[in-house]
C-alpha cells in the first residue's frame, strides 16, 4: 500500500509541474520566434530603405582651403533584389526631385543642361522667374511682398507632385509664353511644340496637360537662383518640407568664385561701380544668401536636410564635367544616360561663341578671365567682402601674377 502511495503522490506532483514546465517552455519558444521574426523584418525593412547611404565628411573649422572637403561622399548600396522586392509587394517608389541652387552667373545654366539632357528628366528652368514676373517685383532689388512666399511653395509643391491644380491662370501663363520655356526639353518637345522648327510657337500649357507632362517622367529637376528664394534662404523652405515628407528631394549647391560672378553682372550693367557703398551692398547681397545657403546645408544640416545637400564649385564642373556629372548623379540617384555624354562631348567641341548667356564656352577661359580682366579695384572690393565665402570654398586670394596665367 505504501508504494502505491508513493506512487500516487508522484504522479500529483508531476501532474501539476507539466503546465509550468509546459509554459516555461513555450515563453522562450515564443521569445525566440519573436526574435527571429524581429531579425527577419530588420532586414526586410534595410531592403525597402532608400537605396543610397551618404556620407558628411568632418568640417572643424572655416578655414579649409581644399573644395573636397566640402564634399559629400556617395556609397551604392542598389540590388537588383530590392526593385523586385518592391514589384512583388506593390511599392512604388517615389519620385526622385532634383533642387539646384546657385547665384546669378553662377554656372547654373550649365548643370542645369547636364540634368536637361537626359531622357528621363523633366528640367525646369527658373520656375520662381515667373512668380516675381507675375507679382511684378524684381527680388534681387526690391522687398519681396507677402504673396511672394506662398506662391513659391505653391509652385515648388506643383512640381515637387506633378499637380498643378492650384497653379494659378498668370503663373501658367507665364510660364507658357515666356522665353524660359526653349530651356526645357521636356517643354518644347515635339508633341507641344510641333511648329517650333518653323515657327518657333509651342501650344499653351494647360494645368491638366502639365500633370500628364510631368507624370511621363520619372525625375524632376529645378534651377533656382537664391536670390528668388523666399527671404534668400534655403531655410525658407523647411517648414514646408518639413510638414510634406512626401518629397524625395536633393540639393544641389553650385557655387562659383565669387570675383567671376560679380564681373559678369558688372559686364552685363546688372550693378554699377567698384567701390562705392552700393556697390558693396549689393556685393554682399550676392555672397551672404550664397554663404547662409552652404552653412545651412554642410555646417549644420538639419534632419530635413541630412544626406540630401551637397555642395559642387563650378570650376571643379568646368575643368572635370564628366566625373563631377558622375558624381552628382550618383548623389541625386539618377542613372547615367548616353545623352548626357553627348551632350557633355558636344560642349567640349565646340568653339566658344560670345553671347554671354550662351553654355558653348572653353572651360578655362570662363574661370579664369576674371583674373586677366577684371580691374584691381572690383576684385579687391569683392575679396573685402566676401571672405567669408571665399574661405568656405578654398577659394585664395587674387596677386598680380594672376594677370599672366
Known amino acids: 500500500m505504501r508504494n502505491h502511495w ?3 503522490r508522484c504522479c500529483i506532483f508531476i501532474s501539476m509541474c507539466l503546465p509550468i514546465l509546459y509554459i516555461l517552455f513555450n515563453s522562450n519558444v515564443w521569445k525566440a520566434t519573436v526574435d527571429l521574426i524581429s531579425e527577419e523584418s530588420g532586414k526586410s525593412l534595410k531592403k525597402l530603405r532608400p537605396h543610397y547611404h551618404f556620407e558628411t565628411k ?10 573636397q572637403e566640402l564634399r559629400f561622399h556617395s556609397k551604392p548600396i542598389r540590388s537588383e533584389e530590392n526593385s523586385e522586392l518592391n514589384r512583388e509587394l506593390g511599392i512604388c517608389p517615389r519620385r526622385k526631385n532634383v533642387v539646384i541652387l546657385s547665384q546669378g ?17 523633366m528640367y525646369w528652368f527658373e520656375p520662381l522667374f515667373h512668380v516675381g514676373n507675375v507679382l511684378n517685383v524684381n527680388v ?7 504673396s511672394y512666399k506662398d506662391t513659391c511653395f505653391h509652385l515648388v509643391d506643383s512640381i515637387l507632385s506633378c499637380d498643378f491644380s492650384n497653379i494659378t491662370d ?30 518657333g510657337k509651342c501650344a499653351p500649357l494647360t494645368n491638366s496637360l502639365l500633370g500628364k507632362v510631368c507624370n511621363s517622367y520619372k525625375y524632376s529637376v529645378i534651377k533656382i537662383l537664391s ?39 558688372v559686364k552685363l550693367n546688372w550693378i554699377q561701380g567698384h567701390s562705392n557703398a552700393e556697390f558693396r551692398s549689393n556685393v554682399h547681397r550676392i555672397c551672404d544668401s550664397v554663404k547662409k545657403n552652404v552653412l545651412i546645408g554642410l555646417l549644420s544640416p538639419t534632419p530635413w536636410l541630412r544626406n540630401r545637400f551637397k555642395v559642387i564649385r563650378f570650376e571643379d564642373l568646368a575643368i572635370d ?4 556629372a558622375r558624381e552628382i548623379y550618383k548623389f541625386v540617384g539618377l542613372d547615367w544616360s548616353v545623352s548626357v555624354d553627348k551632350w557633355i562631348n558636344d560642349h567640349r567641341r565646340r568653339k566658344g561663341e560670345k553671347n554671354p548667356y550662351s553654355l558653348f564656352k572653353n572651360a578655362s577661359t570662363v574661370i579664369s578671365k576674371w583674373k586677366r580682366e ?25 596677386c598680380k601674377a594672376d594677370r599672366d596665367r
Open 58 to 67: 568632418s568640417l572643424p573649422d572655416h578655414k579649409r582651403k581644399s573644395p
Open 227 to 265: 536670390g528668388r528664394l523666399p527671404n534668400n534662404s534655403l531655410k525658407s523652405f523647411q517648414e514646408h518640407f518639413v510638414q510634406q515628407n512626401k518629397y524625395d528631394v536633393k540639393f544641389i549647391s553650385l557655387v562659383r568664385d565669387p570675383r567671376a560672378v560679380v564681373f559678369s553682372w
Open 140 to 146: 534681387f532689388m526690391e522687398k519681396e511682398p507677402i
Open 170 to 199: 498668370a503663373v501658367l501663363s507665364d510660364i507658357s509664353t515666356s522665353s524660359f520655356r526653349r530651356h526645357s526639353q521636356a517643354l518644347t518637345s515635339d508633341k507641344l511644340c510641333p511648329g517650333k522648327k518653323t515657327s
Open 6 to 8: 508513493f506512487y500516487f
Open 321 to 324: 564635367t564628366s566625373n563631377v
Open 374 to 398: 577684371a580691374p584691381e579695384e572690383l576684385i579687391k572690393g569683392v575679396e573685402d567682402v566676401c571672405g567669408g565665402l571665399m574661405n568656405i570654398m578654398g577659394y585664395k586670394k587674387w
Open 105 to 121: 552667373r553662377g554656372g547654373s545654366s550649365f548643370l542645369g543642361g547636364i540634368f536637361n539632357c537626359h531622357p528621363q528628366v
